[in-house]
């Protein structure tokens, strides 16, 4: 989603980009009110950016915006988090499986070297983030379905803001790492069905994660009232 969208400036691109990194990285938390004058003070931006860019994220699914509040950081919601990693199972599960039979030496040592790179960060969630990115990429890449990746590359900012729950504690983080060095040994060994079903069950269990961290923390909305991507 970094590229500029239609109708935008370069002004408006660049809000838009930070609002959402912000929305991401909780450091606009969910249900906070977004007030144009303070973010155009704090982007060091005028008011008109941020006003496109906040029409673009509620477009998107990252702001709700009400007549009687105005424009307010989406909560989660439970059940559009759970049709997206089941969706994400599915195409992701796919990857892993193209990747096993057309991965090159190189694309196989790529994502055995982030691996080992994420066992070495267990301690450090901001990198783990990252790394974890960086892996679900290597291995849609080593797929070589430009399709596949543009549909995931597209989903890629609503699971990174999930990520940021399922991420949040160091035993996660453990099961996360495990889950993805399996995936990535199949790769290695070219198992295109261990691959395939190491990674359907990672997604899955990402969700149980992210179902329970959602029990402890006032960040869900109950029902439908927000989607991910609005219809």
């Not at 144009?36 to 906040?54: F, W």
């Not at 699914?61 to 997206?84: H, R, S, Y």
């Not at 729950?165 to 290695?188: F, M, P, W």
């Amino acid at each position: 989603m970094n590229e500029q969208l239609p109708g935008l400036g370069p002004r408006g691109q660049h809000a838009l980009d930070q609002l959402r990194t912000m929305i991401i990285e909780s450091e606009l938390a969910p249900n906070e009110r977004l007030v144009e004058h303070q973010l155009a003070a704090q982007l060091g931006m005028s008011r008109t950016p941020i006003r496109e860019a906040i029409r673009t994220l509620h477009s998107e699914g990252f702001i709700i915006i009400t007549p009687a509040v105005g424009a307010i950081v989406a909560p989660i919601n439970p059940q559009d988090a759970e049709e997206l990693y089941l969706v994400r199972g599915i195409l992701e599960s796919f990857a892993a499986a193209e990747a096993a039979d057309k991965r090159s030496d190189e694309e196989a040592n790529a994502i055995m070297s982030v691996l080992a790179q994420a066992g070495q960060l267990l301690d450090f969630p901001e990198q783990q983030q990252s790394l974890n990115r960086q892996f679900h990429q290597l291995v849609r890449v080593a797929a070589n379905n430009s399709l596949v990746n543009r549909i995931l590359g597209n989903l890629e900012p609503y699971g990174d803001r999930l990520r940021r729950y399922t991420q949040s504690s160091r035993l996660n983080r453990e099961a996360a790492l495990h889950q993805h060095e399996v995936v990535g040994d199949a790769i290695k060994r070219r198992d295109r069905e261990a691959a395939s079903d190491a990674m359907y069950e990672h997604m899955l269990s990402g969700w149980e994660r992210l179902q329970a961290e959602l029990d402890t923390e006032n960040v869900a909305s109950p029902g439908r009232k927000n989607r991910l991507v609005d219809q």
